[in-house]
């Protein structure tokens, strides 16, 4: 299934393998593919992480008295910090998310905080660029003004010999920038309605880290290298000629293009010649900053910047930015002017309210990258070159909670990937973590991003603190509630670092206003265990299907393709029929508040627990009355999931899943690898037994448009569970089949109508 970046994280490498991934994994990024190469044959199984200094740096710790503070204490957690090096021993190689050690540190492991430092050797120095009356127009008098300002490229060579995270992401980037540069040009394709965002982000990509190699070596080659990409894709063999080059139309296509071009123009200033220097401004603005001025007031090319809350606002506006910055004294026309006189109020207007009141993204977990990559962008880029934010950071007072929203979407299993997971991410990352936590002061941000596969990239280089220091799980709570109206989802857990922990997300939320990205959905859940996905997504659709983002009105032709219908999710149908999308679900929630402390391993109480509960009535016709609760159990070993349901039609339970499914009537047996989850049906209603199908359309839905086919989905069984009209309790215990733990250890819980959930209701 697409639960996307095919992640997992924890503490050993039990989990079953195998030659093919697990989920289905649409649109696999050729960009990770490419990075992999270099990247992945340093991490998995051998990151620089140093287990022989552990003991020694928390004996000296715990006998060093009172904590020190200033100077002492960023010195000692530089010390700290290089004894133990990496705290992931490695990068999972299914999943893509880190391992860590089953270990105790109680010097490294502390709460997250930043340690400011005078000292040139472990932090930042001060920018002297500090302009008393900012303006978008007025840059600093230096080159680079985008991200990377001139003061932070003299300081990063002795930071990376004392950070062994800079260190690490220093090496990955010139191996990947080698990787690339035996690579021929990107070579122009068009993709029909995506245009050429893949060519965009993988030019930017490239273009980053050509950039990066050559400022860090002044070796020729990496300029050289980074001028023969630009001038392919300004070349008449890469599409067609004149201001469509770019392909405006799909705009997104422009402001990647632009924003690559920005970074060489402004990063290699010095270093191109006026020749080269002229062509690549000349670039810029016939085929990217013209059109997207006047795209500010055509609806053709400009529809995201009116209303547009979501990643097409902050990926246009930021690439426009960064482009106009970028040519800003060079460039005597004014056009540079009138962009940035456009695009900072616009996304002040729109891309900063995607962040809901709770933090979550307005389109997807997936999406989130890329508008978060966009607004970090821009940000960054008028920060460095102006002085000022102009309210990008403070304006919408949630954005700062957007890191969690990140943080807990992840399961060891990879992201709770509701909906859409988007085009290949190339240069897209979540490396806005990095730059939100330090920006708003949000150390947990920075330690966790640091230790994921897509940290090192050069942004990374200039956005991380290396004052930084802590693990980010200390002091976590394993459970999050995220209930704004339009979201309304949770996330539990067992532990922050045990790659075989219990996962669990489900979400209800409003099913119209995510800018046509989201699933027929409410009710959905994902379940991690045993370090793999037991119930999953399908993810994204073919983007070029009839009609697929054309509404998400209930009789839009998105709903007629099995991924995006309700039959296609992990909940509850009825009749057969998709969810209402005028559907306004009510949430309720409660958690014991447990928190993960120091140590990777979590000893959890045998009264932890956390629940969710949705009132779904609203979702569906026929229904009069419905309610799905989901809750941690036994210690937090166990899941029950339940369904009080009262519907006039036929009742369908649906679970997809890449496990090997044997059924027995009220019990089902998952298999993956050498691991196992039972499920059974407790209190089971007459008839309700347990069966299998395959992830396809019933016959009798409603037609395809002409022409039109299904995404297949290898490999994924969906469990069932039918019912004729009535009125139920629903319950379905997963029991994980944990080592160690015997068939006494598991409990089967009292059966509670929903209303009467409590902490303590299943004890």
Request: charged share 15%.
């Amino acid at each position: 299934m697409a639960d996307y970046a095919n992640e997992t994280s924890g503490l050993t490498t039990s989990r079953p393998k195998s030659s093919g991934r697990k989920w289905i994994w649409i649109g696999v990024p050729v960009a990770v593919a490419v990075i992999l190469a270099a990247v992945l044959g340093g991490v998995l199984g051998s990151r620089a992480h140093k287990n022989d200094k552990n003991n020694s740096a928390s004996g000296a710790a715990a006998d060093s008295g009172p904590s020190p503070t200033g100077e002492a204490a960023a010195s000692q957690a530089a010390s700290i910090k290089e004894a133990v090096g990496l705290f992931p021993t490695a990068t999972d190689s299914q999943y893509l998310l880190p391992l860590y050690p089953s270990t105790t540190n109680t010097a490294a492991f502390t709460t997250p905080t930043f340690h400011e430092s005078n000292n040139a050797a472990l932090a930042w120095p001060k920018d002297s660029f500090q302009p008393s009356n900012p303006k978008p127009t007025s840059v600093r008098p230096d080159r680079p003004r985008l991200i990377a300002p001139s003061y932070k490229w003299q300081a990063l060579p002795q930071l990376i010999q004392n950070d062994p995270y800079l260190k690490f992401w220093n090496e990955t980037i010139f191996g990947n920038a080698t990787q690339y540069y035996g690579l021929e040009p990107v070579q122009y394709h068009l993709d029909g309605g995506s245009g050429i965002l893949d060519n965009a982000r993988e030019i930017k990509m490239r273009v980053k880290a050509f950039a990066y190699a050559y400022r860090m070596t002044n070796d020729t080659k990496w300029l050289d290298r980074t001028f023969s990409e630009l001038q392919n894709a300004v070349s008449d063999s890469f599409g067609p000629s004149g201001t469509a080059k770019w392909n405006p139309t799909h705009f997104l296509d422009t402001a990647e293009f632009v924003a690559a071009f920005a970074i060489a123009y402004d990063w290699l200033h010095d270093a191109w010649s006026a020749d080269q220097r002229g062509q690549i401004l000349s670039a810029m603005k016939t085929y990217g900053l013209e059109v997207g001025n006047d795209a500010f007031g055509n609806s053709s090319t400009g529809w995201w910047a009116n209303g547009i809350e979501g990643n097409w606002n902050c990926v246009c506006n930021s690439g426009l930015t960064m482009g106009a910055l970028a040519i800003l004294e060079d460039d005597d026309s004014g056009l540079a002017e009138q962009i940035l006189a456009k695009t900072v109020p616009n996304a002040l207007a729109n891309c900063i309210w995607a962040v809901s009141s709770d933090g979550t993204w307005s389109e997807t977990a997936n999406y989130w990258y890329f508008g978060t990559t966009g607004l970090a962008e821009m940000t960054a880029s008028l920060l460095t070159a102006t002085g000022s934010d102009f309210g990008l950071l403070k304006t919408n007072q949630h954005l700062e909670l957007t890191g969690y929203y990140h943080m807990y979407v992840n399961g060891p299993g990879s992201l709770f990937a509701y909906g859409d997971h988007g085009p290949n991410k190339f240069s897209t990352t979540a490396n806005s973590m990095l730059f939100w936590g330090d920006q708003l002061n949000h150390p947990e941000f920075v330690l966790y991003q640091r230790d994921q596969h897509d940290a090192p990239e050069p942004n990374s280089m200039f956005w991380y603190d290396p004052s930084v220091a802590g693990a980010f799980w200390d002091g976590l709570p394993l459970d999050r509630f995220f209930d704004n109206s339009t979201d309304q989802w949770a996330s539990m857990r067992s532990s922050w670092t045990d790659q075989n922990a219990l996962y669990v997300a489900m979400k209800a939320g409003t099913l119209q206003g995510h800018q046509t990205h989201n699933d027929l959905d409410a009710g959905d859940f994902v379940l991690d265990a045993l370090g793999t996905r037991w119930a999953g997504e399908l993810g994204s659709g073919d983007y070029l299907s009839e009609g697929y983002f054309n509404s998400d009105a209930q009789d839009a032709q998105r709903w007629l393709y099995y991924r995006k219908r309700t039959e296609g999710q992990n909940t509850i149908l009825v009749d057969k029929a998709n969810q209402l999308v005028s559907a306004h679900p009510s949430v309720n929630h409660d958690s014991s508040g447990t928190q993960q402390g120091s140590s990777t391993v979590l000893e959890v109480p045998k009264d932890s627990t956390a629940y969710f509960t949705a009132d779904l009535t609203s979702a569906y016709d026929k229904v009069n009355s419905f309610k799905r609760g989901i809750r941690m159990i036994n210690g937090r070993k166990q899941v029950l999931l339940q369904d009080d349901i009262d519907a006039s039609a036929d009742i369908m339970w649906r679970m997809h899943t890449n496990a090997t499914v044997t059924t027995d009537g009220a019990s089902a047996t998952l298999k993956i690898g050498d691991k196992t989850v039972q499920m059974s049906i407790l209190n089971a209603p007459n008839g309700a037994t347990f069966s299998t199908g395959d992830a396809v359309r019933f016959s009798d839905d409603p037609p395809l448009p002409e022409g039109q086919v299904d995404q297949p989905n290898p490999g994924v069984t969906v469990v069932m569970i039918n019912l004729p009209a009535g009125k139920y309790s629903l319950q379905v215990l997963f029991n994980p089949q944990w080592d160690g733990m015997s068939a006494n250890d598991f409990v089967t819980p009292p059966s509670v109508p929903i209303d009467s959930w409590s902490l303590t209701s299943h004890n």
